[in-house]
């Protein structure tokens, strides 16, 4: 078997030896954080703050050629790495895969004026920021990154050889934020700095770095003039969707399958939803005359889950820190799960600035490495200055309990539990190079585990928003398919939405973008669910009497983010 070449471009790398004896996991993660090191400091890997993207031709060669031999290595069958850490050399491998397919299929660095343009202008960003830094450090090493910048224009230059409209006008509209930032944010920021005695010209550093980009951006223009067209260029085609399918789930999975699944799960829950939504409404209202057609069952029943509504943003949030401490007691009193033993959470509305994402929401977990491991859940917020039937609408696709159902998957035990708690996994591969179907489907199954343990059992609105919630999953999967092999418009997947999957306004209305920007997250949900919910059912069946819930759960959570058929073969293992 070959042994890796050490370059110059990897000087954390010692590869001599055996190869047999090799730990190729740590081996690549220090490649990686070499390669990355602004990717690496978002991870928590603090001492990564010290270096920065070099983009040159022979870097990225290097980088091609190190994962191409490191491909080779394990899928040696002898290795010893392979046969003893089989997860973590899957893992490993789909992350390979991944980064040639970025550098050496689609050649990022040739058409993507956003891979330098984002650092460029978030060159200092995380210096300013960072809290183990002083005053000194941080001045010393934005002259450093200042210094950079140089050679990143001078890479993007030599580099770039096509870019699509797209590309165009994201890349262009980064470098302009840019040379503003260096031609007078910072400079201010500097003024107020008591010295500069680390970096005495660090003024001067900001203003050539702003001519610098602003050299680049004027080539840029000079050299590329996209054309408009009428065709979307974030549309994949059904070939390379299934390329993308393949690499993301690690499976054989087809977009054909991946519908059909959908399909059946759209069927079997549009039935559940009008099921529960007339056992509600003969309940709810024994002495009325009911809708006797399905859409006027289910209209009725969503009608009354959208009148229990948060009154405001304030009330929105109290409601939200209690129902975390209920779902958490609840956790504990049913022996569901290992409950974290300190609580790093806090929640707090989505600010405006965070544009369309304030509308939804979400949870920004805290970084595998990070030594302070603060989550926050940005709750979805929406001024009140917009128009009043606005905000109605806001507030009834965010209702309560809507927000019963999904704290489960929010916070206990989804995300926010399950990514504190696999931190305590000793395999870092999984942490930084994680499955990703596992995040969203096992927040998803969660949804299921805690509404079977009897979750609001008093409130059968609770239920029938998680079955719009499993609507919702399965009709992402479906649209995000449907869009990119079938080309569906942005009208076809509003009226399939809201029509078949009875989308709230407020969801329906994101989803086209998301499917733009991540048709294969959006597969997670329902696919990462599914395969959850069979390990369970599999689980449940093989053992009987003998299943335990608690151990189920906190194996998973333990284990850390590896593919999810995994656990079958884990779990056999253990009884």
């Not at 989804?414 to 000793?426: A, D, N, V």
């Not at 969203?440 to 585990?449: H, I, M």
Request: hydrophobic share 35%; aromatic share 10%.
């Amino acid at each position: 078997m070959k042994t890796l070449i050490p370059t110059l471009c990897f000087l954390l790398l010692t590869l001599v030896g055996n190869s047999q004896l090799t730990d190729y996991g740590a081996q690549y993660m220090d490649a990686w954080k070499a390669f990355y090191p602004s990717k690496a400091l978002t991870q928590g890997i603090n001492p990564s703050i010290y270096y920065y993207e070099s983009l040159s031709a022979d870097k990225i060669d290097a980088w091609i050629k190190f994962n191409q031999e490191m491909l080779n290595n394990l899928s040696d069958k002898n290795s010893s790495y392979v046969s003893q850490q089989h997860i973590n050399t899957r893992l490993l491998k789909v992350q390979i895969k991944t980064e040639l397919d970025q550098w050496n299929v689609k050649s990022i660095h040739k058409h993507s004026l956003s891979l330098y343009a984002n650092l460029i202008e978030k060159a200092v960003d995380e210096i300013l920021s960072a809290s183990f830094l002083n005053g000194s450090e941080k001045q010393y090493l934005i002259c450093s990154r200042l210094k950079k910048i140089e050679s990143l224009c001078g890479a993007a230059s030599n580099s770039l050889l096509s870019l699509s409209q797209n590309e165009f006008e994201k890349g262009t509209q980064s470098l302009e934020i840019a040379i503003n930032f260096y031609r007078h944010e910072l400079p201010k920021i500097i003024s107020e700095w008591n010295s500069t005695s680390h970096c005495s010209d660090l003024e001067t550093q900001s203003q050539l770095a702003a001519e610098h980009v602003e050299s680049l951006l004027k080539e840029v223009r000079t050299k590329f003039s996209p054309t408009n067209s009428d065709i979307n260029e974030n549309i994949l085609g059904r070939k390379e969707y299934a390329r993308r399918l393949t690499l993301y789930t690690d499976s054989d999975l087809t977009p054909e399958q991946l519908a059909e699944k959908a399909t059946k799960e759209i069927e079997e829950v549009r039935n559940l939803i009008g099921e529960v939504s007339l056992s509600y409404l003969q309940k709810a209202y024994p002495d009325h005359d009911l809708p006797e057609a399905y859409d006027g069952i289910v209209k009725a029943a969503f009608e009354d889950m959208e009148k229990d509504v948060p009154l405001s943003a304030d009330d929105y949030q109290q409601f939200w820190k209690e129902l975390s401490e209920k779902a958490r007691a609840f956790i504990e009193a049913n022996n569901i799960a290992t409950l974290p033993a300190i609580q790093t959470l806090r929640i707090i509305s989505a600010p405006e600035s965070a544009g369309p994402a304030a509308r939804i929401g979400w949870v920004d977990s805290a970084a595998p490495f990070d030594p302070n491991p603060i989550t926050t859940l940005y709750l979805p917020s929406i001024p009140d200055t917009l128009p009043e039937q606005e905000q109605k609408d806001f507030w009834a696709s965010f209702n309560k309990p809507f927000n019963r159902m999904i704290v489960i998957h929010e916070l206990f035990p989804g995300h926010y539990m399950q990514i504190k708690l696999s931190r305590e996994t000793p395999h870092h591969v999984r942490l930084l190079f994680p499955y990703a179907p596992y995040f969203e489907g096992w927040a998803t199954f969660t949804e299921r585990v805690l509404l079977e343990q009897g979750w609001d059992k008093e409130n059968p609105l609770t239920y029938l928003a998680h079955l719009r919630k499993r609507l919702e999953n399965a009709n992402r999967a479906y649209t995000s398919m449907k869009v990119h092999c079938n080309g569906w418009t942005e009208e076809q997947v509003m009226q399939h939405s809201t029509q078949t999957a009875l989308l709230a306004p407020q969801f329906a209305k994101s989803l086209w973008g998301r499917i733009m920007r991540s048709p294969m997250q959006l597969t997670s949900y329902f696919w990462g669910g599914q395969q959850f919910s069979h390990l369970y059912d599999q689980e449940q069946e093989r053992l009987g009497e003998n299943f335990d819930l608690k151990l189920f759960m906190d194996t998973i959570m333990k284990t850390g983010p590896i593919p999810i058929d995994e656990f079958f073969s884990i779990f056999k293992q253990m009884n």
